[in-house]
């Protein structure tokens, strides 16, 4: 998702801290089909008639703030936003009609739209959870307090709605003609808007300035709540036509739909190396020689020839692994997508990741290595924000069938484990990866190798899909970051790409596979869905999805987090 710079005061900060979670909004049914320019005319109209609402409920809220701002200036100002709020109500049919539709009927409040009137009107009188406020508002600070708070749960849905819009229009053809939504998406990108949305941000900035940290906070609170209640507004909006998004609601329980979710571990599910961790173990975890020299129960080197050790071969496996890359991307680049021509490309890898492997257990790094002091450094290690919270939506999911498989290059099946233990029931995860032996709970420096290659992975995939019940509706998705993924990617129904690792952009290039935003994937797929009248994805076509978060696939996979 792009960036968007708003400032460095409160209200820049809050949106910088919150701004990944628009993406629950921008990939819900309502806005993937809008993007497309096929959402149904009914479905709009419905979501009109709620805006209505609650442009009604900023201008009430504005008008309680004025009230409560003890400056002039910040008084004209508030008063000046109220005044942009009516005006659009007043001009708010011609402007539909403007857009070319119909006024829709009058209808009633949603309970989504309801809980956002519900919010603004609150935040504007004072009555905040959690926040002492007197009920009678007695002094001028009391009062500027409860105008930052008023502005603080306002601000979000203005800056959300610039900037979503804005995500859109970047999709689209500025000299097409036929989006029946064009218009309405111009409106909100429109310099008029965006000034708007500024200009409340500002006042924000203003009224916060002489609020203490605990008061800032709730701000914060208010401002993450709103953001909250927009994507449960626009989640909720009705939508009677067939939607790509979430993923989950397009799988049919009553013929047997099943969803699997493969997934690589390192730098896709954490932050970190996890080669790099285990080397670290063995280093810190180093017990000192005994007083009368005698050795340990499994001898080992020093613990400074250890990092030594590790160092070298670390800096080994880059040298040799940008070699590899070297050799395949100087041959001709293919000019449409060559499944042949990237296997054998990758069987380079394989020998390369072979031998590599193959040094570690030679130079002893990972012998003596304690089950526990692994399961514990598992327990510690940082994963990706969002990748703990969808697995455990998914495992806890009752109106979803679908199974979870890590397939993993990874040495310590129980580093994996552990690591993602927090997530839910370990025993429903199903780790595919190698092994470290052990004799008495303790590491022999052995590798069991089970996972080495992108071939292997591609092997231990296909088994897996081979041994699920064949009746039924079937969606696979693998999500991945590295070029041992690639085949996987293009094998499952939907490949996803994590991260924006350059190799693997470089080599996919290299053989003709098209990189595609996943937001933009999909907008396009929606329009092939009502145009063609068909929602399959296809296999090994080439194309490869990126994102950058987590939450960007849950939003797509499930749809809203609450």
Same mark, same amino acid.
């Given at each position: 998702?792009?960036?968007?710079?708003?400032?460095?005061?409160?209200?820049?900060?809050?949106? $910088?801290?919150?701004? %990944?979670? %628009?993406?629950?909004?921008?990939?819900?049914?309502?806005?993937?089909? =809008?993007?497309?320019? *096929?959402?149904?005319?009914?479905?709009?109209?419905?979501?009109?008639?709620?805006?209505?609402? /609650?442009?009604?409920?900023?201008?009430?809220?504005?008008?309680?703030?004025?009230?409560?701002?003890?400056?002039?200036?910040?008084?004209?100002?508030?008063?000046?936003?109220?005044?942009?709020?009516?005006?659009?109500?007043?001009?708010?049919?011609? /402007?539909?009609?403007?857009?070319?539709? +119909?006024?829709?009927?009058?209808?009633?409040?949603?309970?989504?739209?309801?809980?956002?009137?519900?919010?603004? %009107?609150?935040?504007?009188?004072?009555?905040?959870?959690?926040?002492?406020?007197?009920?009678?508002?007695?002094?001028?600070?009391?009062?500027?307090?409860?105008?930052?708070?008023?502005?603080?749960?306002? &601000?979000?849905?203005?800056?959300?709605?610039?900037?979503?819009?804005?995500?859109?229009?970047?999709?689209?053809?500025?000299?097409?003609?036929?989006?029946?939504?064009?218009?309405?998406?111009?409106?909100?990108?429109?310099? $008029?808007?965006?000034?708007?949305?500024?200009?409340?941000?500002? =006042?924000?900035?203003?009224?916060?300035?002489?609020?203490?940290?605990?008061? #800032?906070?709730?701000?914060?609170?208010?401002?993450?709540? %709103?953001?909250?209640?927009?994507?449960?507004?626009?989640?909720?909006?009705?939508?009677?036509?067939?939607?790509?998004?979430?993923?989950?609601?397009?799988?049919?329980?009553?013929?047997?739909? +099943?969803?699997?979710?493969?997934?690589?571990?390192?730098?896709?599910?954490?932050?970190?190396?996890?080669?790099?961790?285990?080397?670290?173990?063995?280093?810190? &975890?180093?017990?000192?020689?005994?007083?009368?020299?005698?050795? &340990?129960?499994?001898?080992?080197?020093?613990?400074?020839?250890?990092?030594?050790?590790?160092?070298?071969?670390?800096?080994?496996?880059?040298?040799?692994?940008?070699?590899?890359?070297?050799?395949?991307?100087?041959?001709?680049?293919? +000019?449409?997508?060559?499944?042949?021509?990237?296997?054998?490309?990758?069987?380079?890898?394989?020998?390369?990741?072979?031998?590599?492997?193959?040094?570690?257990?030679?130079?002893?790094?990972?012998?003596?290595?304690?089950?526990?002091?692994?399961?514990?450094?598992?327990?510690?290690?940082?994963?990706?924000?969002?990748?703990?919270?969808?697995?455990?939506?998914?495992?806890?999911?009752? $109106?979803?069938?679908?199974?979870?498989?890590?397939?993993?290059?990874?040495?310590?099946?129980?580093?994996?484990?552990?690591?993602?233990?927090?997530?839910?029931?370990?025993?429903?995860?199903?780790?595919?990866?190698?092994?470290?032996?052990?004799?008495?709970? &303790?590491?022999?420096?052995?590798?069991?190798?089970?996972?080495?290659?992108?071939?292997?992975?591609?092997?231990?995939?296909?088994?897996? #899909? *081979?041994?699920?019940?064949?009746?039924?509706?079937?969606?696979?998705?693998?999500?991945?970051?590295?070029?041992?993924? #690639?085949?996987?990617?293009?094998?499952?129904?939907?490949?996803?790409?994590?991260?924006?690792?350059?190799?693997?952009?470089?080599?996919?290039?290299?053989?003709?596979?098209?990189?595609?935003?996943?937001?933009?994937? #999909?907008?396009?797929?929606?329009?092939?869905?009502?145009?063609?009248?068909?929602?399959?994805?296809?296999?090994?076509?080439?194309?490869?999805?990126?994102?950058?978060?987590?939450?960007?696939?849950?939003?797509?996979?499930?749809?809203?987090?609450?």
């Amino acid at each position: 998702m792009g960036g968007m710079d708003v400032g460095g005061g409160i209200a820049g900060k809050l949106w $910088n801290k919150f701004r %990944s979670e %628009s993406v629950f909004v921008n990939y819900t049914p309502f806005f993937v089909c =809008l993007a497309a320019g *096929n959402l149904s005319a009914d479905s709009f109209h419905h979501y009109i008639s709620q805006h209505v609402h /609650l442009l009604n409920a900023f201008a009430h809220a504005y008008e309680l703030a004025e009230e409560c701002a003890d400056d002039d200036e910040d008084k004209k100002a508030i008063r000046n936003l109220r005044k942009y709020v009516q005006a659009k109500l007043k001009s708010h049919d011609s /402007l539909v009609r403007e857009w070319g539709f +119909e006024l829709p009927e009058e209808r009633s409040l949603t309970n989504a739209t309801v809980k956002y009137t519900d919010f603004l %009107s609150a935040t504007a009188s004072g009555r905040i959870e959690g926040e002492r406020v007197p009920g009678k508002l007695a002094t001028p600070f009391e009062k500027t307090k409860v105008a930052a708070y008023t502005l603080g749960a306002i &601000t979000p849905c203005m800056r959300l709605f610039a900037f979503i819009n804005k995500e859109i229009q970047a999709l689209l053809d500025p000299n097409d003609s036929t989006h029946i939504y064009k218009k309405w998406i111009d409106h909100y990108c429109s310099e $008029n808007f965006e000034a708007y949305a500024f200009r409340i941000e500002e =006042l924000l900035d203003t009224l916060s300035i002489s609020l203490t940290g605990e008061e #800032l906070d709730v701000i914060e609170k208010l401002y993450h709540q %709103s953001m909250r209640l927009e994507v449960d507004f626009f989640s909720s909006q009705p939508i009677i036509q067939e939607a790509v998004v979430p993923l989950s609601r397009t799988l049919d329980p009553a013929v047997g739909g +099943e969803l699997s979710i493969f997934c690589d571990f390192d730098l896709t599910c954490t932050a970190f190396d996890s080669s790099a961790i285990l080397a670290e173990i063995a280093i810190i &975890t180093r017990p000192k020689a005994d007083p009368d020299g005698s050795e &340990t129960q499994l001898a080992r080197m020093s613990s400074a020839d250890l990092r030594s050790t590790w160092d070298a071969l670390s800096a080994q496996y880059t040298e040799e692994f940008e070699q590899c890359v070297e050799s395949i991307t100087t041959t001709e680049t293919a +000019e449409t997508f060559s499944y042949e021509g990237l296997c054998e490309a990758l069987e380079q890898f394989a020998h390369f990741e072979k031998a590599a492997n193959s040094r570690v257990v030679q130079s002893g790094v990972l012998k003596g290595l304690n089950q526990e002091d692994i399961k514990r450094a598992g327990q510690r290690l940082i994963l990706q924000d969002g990748c703990k919270g969808f697995i455990q939506k998914i495992m806890k999911n009752e $109106n979803l069938t679908a199974a979870i498989h890590v397939l993993s290059y990874c040495w310590c099946g129980d580093l994996i484990r552990s690591a993602l233990s927090s997530a839910g029931d370990v025993k429903a995860l199903n780790v595919h990866s190698n092994e470290l032996s052990c004799e008495d709970s &303790t590491t022999t420096g052995e590798i069991i190798k089970k996972l080495e290659s992108p071939m292997e992975k591609l092997q231990a995939f296909n088994n897996i #899909l *081979n041994n699920r019940d064949k009746d039924g509706q079937h969606l696979t998705v693998y999500i991945g970051g590295s070029v041992g993924d #690639l085949l996987c990617l293009l094998e499952a129904d939907i490949g996803i790409v994590m991260g924006s690792s350059p190799t693997l952009r470089r080599l996919g290039e290299q053989f003709g596979i098209s990189f595609v935003p996943l937001f933009s994937g #999909l907008v396009a797929k929606q329009r092939e869905v009502v145009e063609v009248g068909s929602s399959n994805w296809k296999r090994l076509s080439g194309t490869l999805y990126t994102v950058s978060s987590w939450d960007e696939i849950h939003a797509f996979i499930l749809g809203s987090p609450s």
